[in-house]
Every structure is written in structure tokens, then in C-alpha cells.
């Protein structure tokens, strides 16, 4: 194994916290230039959502996603995760949408959401007589949006510029081995690279000395001194867990305050004894989405109750990877949206979890005729769940909403650069940053190259 357990000195150069795609992508840039790097995380693994568990014998999946954002070439093959072992399975659903029109939809949407909050996002409503940019290339772009986005990603529909939750990263494809594979490939890197990575151990708080974030304390007792700090998680769990908030300027409590969550996701992982036979072979390939209506589950989940037709994506995953199932069996997961973290009437208790299950088991049936029948274990996962096992703010993987007001440039401080934050030496990259939509890794390069910038004169 590449990781170690223990930090071997108590000052470096920059201390990642988290050892996710972007803390690994960011230690491995910043050691690669001769930086001393610590990566920190409380987990026993590397890889934070890039895991692949074992959930029943001889069955694996992918427990918090199966595929992310696709990792920006640049970045791929300038840490060669592919000769370590980051092998993309072959997948029919590669992102045809070029980025420059991706980029023209963005920058239309928020200016629409400027010049009034309260007008409805580009493709909700175009207005006829100021076709933008012409109707046909509007119904091509939506098209091609909707088919790279997953549908139980959700956003406040009255909210302007709701759109732009259709823009976030096109999908990766599946990672051979599920996507612990990833995370393995990036930690070699990071490792092979220079920087250490200590594994069980949380960072329980940021400190600060003249207004300058300087040391990381640790659950074990100790301090790690570090010139730059470079926090994976998001921001609530950055800022409002990690320091105490009467250190923190009122704005920056204010603005984090205001800071809108995403609706939550759940996850069925479900072993089938038998390779269902329905669609034919080259949609089981194919992700299923079920039609549902995503203003009234956006809906539902704010009043904290799980739509009785969520939003839903249903993959076969095995038959794309067939290494994640015995022979003649299968791999199925079933992803929800619109899943609240608390619902209204107290957590989630074993009776709501099999409601949930029974909801999932039956959207599954549906989608795949004849898989009930052959279903010989699952395992469900909740916000709650996600949130206790990567340390994520009500489990939300997307670290907040993606609407104008926290998109690009207001990701999440507007009067901050790229991933530098209002406190000085302390880095944000992870999803709540300004990359963290758009591609997998890049937040955490882009902090790393702000950190060499600042720290070597590098540009
Ligand atoms: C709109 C949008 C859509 C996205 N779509 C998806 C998607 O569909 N699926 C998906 O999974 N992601 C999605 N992402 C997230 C995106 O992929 C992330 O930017 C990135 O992949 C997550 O990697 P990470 O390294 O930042 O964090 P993670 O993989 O979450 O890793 C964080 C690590 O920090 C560790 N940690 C937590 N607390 C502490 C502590 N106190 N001390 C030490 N370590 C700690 C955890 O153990 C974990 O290993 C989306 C993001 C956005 C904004």
C-alpha cells in the first residue's frame, strides 16, 4: 500500500485535508514540484467517494456514485492514472456536448439570472422574441445536456438561472473495478510523487495566528504546521466545524450561512442472481432514467419528505464491467434524488429505510422486467449515511446547490480568486469550489497551482 499510517514529522509545506480525487490530485501536483505535502484524512482508505465496496460476497459497487465528473485530460494523463491502473470501462454514454457551447450556455444563464433573479432559467422558459441562441440550437443544446446530466440532481426551479444545475461535469464513464480503481491510481501518484498520506486521523480544527491559517490540530492530540492548508471538504464542514466561528469575520459566517444545500441522493446497491434479459444488450449497458417530475421532488425534499416518484437512475453496472459480479449474476444500482437528509417527522428509522428500499425495489422492476425475482441482497444508503462516512454537510455530494448565485465566480466567494478563500493560507477545493461541478480533480489542481503560485512564485 502506498499510504502510511502516521505523520512522520508535525511541519510540511501544504496539509490536504481529505484524501479524496482532489486532496490526491493537489498533493501529487504540489510534491511533484519539490513541495513537502502531508495529506490527512479520517478514513482507513484512500479515495474518499472513488471506494469500491464489496456489499454482498463476490458483488461490488461503487457505494456514493459510479461514475463523477470526467477528470480533465490534462490531468489524467499527467499523473498517467491510466498505467495505474484508472482504466475506463468501455461505457456508451460519453459527453458529445463541446465545452465552448457548454461555456456559452453558462455565461447566457447568468446573465439572465442578473438582470432578474426572479425570471425562470434559459431552458424553463425562452422567451419568443428573444430567441437565444436561435431555437434549434437551443433544443439541440438541451438535448444534449439532459442526456450527460444525471436527472436526480435537483435545484430550486423558481430559483434564476436553475438551469444551470443542467451544466454541471459531463459524466467520466465507469472506472474498470468501480471507482476505487481511481482513487488507488490517484493515491500511487501522490505517493509515488513525494507526499505522505496518514490515514485515520480527522483534522478537528484550522488554526489561525495573526489572521493567517498556520496548523491543522489532529483527533490524535497534535498540531501539523503547514505554510499553505488546503481544505477538500465542503464549505459548511470547512468553515463552520473547523473553526470557531467568533475567529471568522461576519460576512464570511454570513455567506456561508446563506450558502443553499442540494438535494440529497440515495443508493440501492442490489446483487441479482441472474443477468436480467430485458431491454436488449445494448441498452443494459446504458443508464435507465425513469420519467418523474423534478419541480415536485425538488419540492417534496424541502419539506422533507421523499416524492412518491423520485427522480431516478437506474445502471447495470456489471454489464459494462462484468468484473464487479460472479459469472451469470449482476450488479444493479439505483440512484434516487431528492432524498431529504432529517424528513420531517424525526430520522430515518429501519421502517422509512425499507419503505425506501421497497420504492427503489419496485422503480427497479419496472425499469428491468422480471429482477425482482432474482434480488439476493442490497444495501441501502441515506444522506445520513454518506454524510457519517465522507464527512460531507447532509451528505450532499454536490457541496451545495448549483444555481447562479454559487456557480463559477460566486463558488463560493465572489471577492476571492479561483480557490484561495477569505482566510489567508487557506485553500478550498472539493465541490463546493469553483471547479468542483465542472471535472473531477481539477478544483484540487487548481488549488494546487494557486498554492505553488503563492508559496514559489510559480504561475
Ligand atoms: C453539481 C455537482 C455535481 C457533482 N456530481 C457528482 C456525482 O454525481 N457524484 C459524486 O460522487 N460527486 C459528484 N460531484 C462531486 C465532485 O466529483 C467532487 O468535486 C469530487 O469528485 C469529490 O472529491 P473530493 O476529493 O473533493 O472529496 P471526497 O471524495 O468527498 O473526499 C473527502 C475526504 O475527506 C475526508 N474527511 C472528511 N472530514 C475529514 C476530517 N475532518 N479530517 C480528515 N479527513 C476528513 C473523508 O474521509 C473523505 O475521504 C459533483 C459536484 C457538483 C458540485
Not at 108 to 119: E, F, Q, T
Not at 123 to 152: H, Q
Amino acid at each position: 500500500m502506498p499510504e502510511r499510517r502516521g505523520l512522520k514529522h508535525l511541519r510540511y509545506d501544504v496539509c490536504i485535508i481529505g484524501a479524496g480525487a482532489d486532496g490526491l490530485a493537489a498533493a501529487a501536483h504540489l510534491a511533484a514540484h519539490g513541495l513537502t505535502v502531508m495529506v490527512v484524512d479520517g478514513a482507513a482508505a484512500t479515495g474518499g467517494r472513488c471506494v469500491t465496496a464489496e456489499f454482498a460476497p463476490g458483488f461490488f459497487a461503487s457505494p456514493f456514485a459510479d461514475e463523477l465528473p470526467a477528470i480533465p485530460p490534462e490531468i489524467f494523463f499527467g499523473l498517467d492514472l491510466a498505467r495505474r491502473g484508472a482504466i475506463l470501462a468501455p461505457c456508451e454514454r460519453l459527453s458529445s456536448f463541446a465545452d465552448p457551447l457548454r461555456m456559452a450556455v453558462i455565461a447566457r444563464v447568468l446573465a439572465d439570472a442578473s438582470c432578474n433573479p426572479h425570471k425562470p432559467g434559459v431552458f424553463a422558459r425562452t422567451p419568443a422574441e428573444e430567441p437565444y441562441p436561435g431555437e434549434a440550437w437551443a433544443s439541440r443544446a438541451r438535448a444534449e445536456i439532459e442526456s450527460t446530466v444525471a436527472p436526480e440532481a435537483l435545484c430550486d426551479p423558481e430559483l434564476g438561472g436553475s438551469a444551470l444545475t443542467l451544466l454541471q461535469g459531463a459524466p467520466g464513464g465507469l472506472v474498470a473495478g468501480g471507482l476505487g480503481a481511481l482513487g488507488q491510481a490517484l493515491a500511487r501518484a501522490a505517493s509515488e510523487a513525494g507526499a505522505e498520506i496518514s490515514l485515520g486521523l480527522e483534522v478537528t480544527d484550522i488554526r489561525q495566528r495573526r489572521g493567517r491559517a498556520v496548523a491543522v490540530g489532529l483527533s490524535d492530540g497534535r498540531e501539523c504546521e503547514a505554510r499553505a492548508i488546503l481544505s477538500t471538504l465542503d464549505l459548511k464542514r470547512t468553515f463552520l466545524s473547523l473553526f470557531a466561528w467568533n475567529e471568522l469575520p461576519k460576512p464570511l459566517v454570513e455567506r456561508i450561512g446563506t450558502f443553499r444545500p442540494a438535494p440529497g441522493i440515495a443508493r440501492l446497491l442490489v446483487a441479482l442472481s441472474a443477468v436480467p434479459q430485458k431491454p436488449d444488450v445494448a441498452q443494459l449497458r446504458r443508464p435507465i432514467v425513469l420519467a418523474a417530475d423534478p419541480e415536485r421532488a425538488y419540492h417534496a425534499w424541502k419539506s422533507g419528505v421523499v416524492s412518491e416518484r423520485p427522480p431516478v437512475t437506474i445502471r447495470l453496472v456489471s454489464a459494462v464491467d462484468p468484473s464487479l459480479a460472479p459469472d451469470g449474476a449482476a450488479v444493479a444500482t439505483v440512484t434516487l434524488g431528492g432524498i431529504p437528509h432529517r424528513p420531517f417527522d424525526g430520522p430515518w428509522t429501519h421502517d422509512k429505510r425499507s419503505k425506501l428500499e421497497t420504492l427503489a425495489l419496485a422503480l427497479l422492476e419496472e425499469a428491468l422486467p422480471g429482477t425482482a425475482s432474482s434480488v439476493t441482497a442490497s444495501e441501502l444508503i441515506v444522506p445520513p449515511d454518506i454524510e457519517n462516512r465522507l464527512g460531507l454537510t447532509d451528505g450532499d455530494l454536490m457541496g451545495g446547490e448549483l444555481s447562479a448565485a454559487q456557480m463559477l465566480g460566486f463558488r463560493p466567494f465572489v471577492q476571492c480568486r479561483g480557490t484561495r478563500t477569505p482566510v489567508v493560507g487557506l485553500y478550498l477545493a472539493g465541490p463546493s469550489s469553483t471547479l468542483g461541478p465542472l471535472a473531477t480533480c481539477a478544483s484540487g489542481w487548481a488549488a494546487a497551482t494557486a498554492i505553488l503560485c503563492d508559496l514559489k512564485g510559480q504561475p
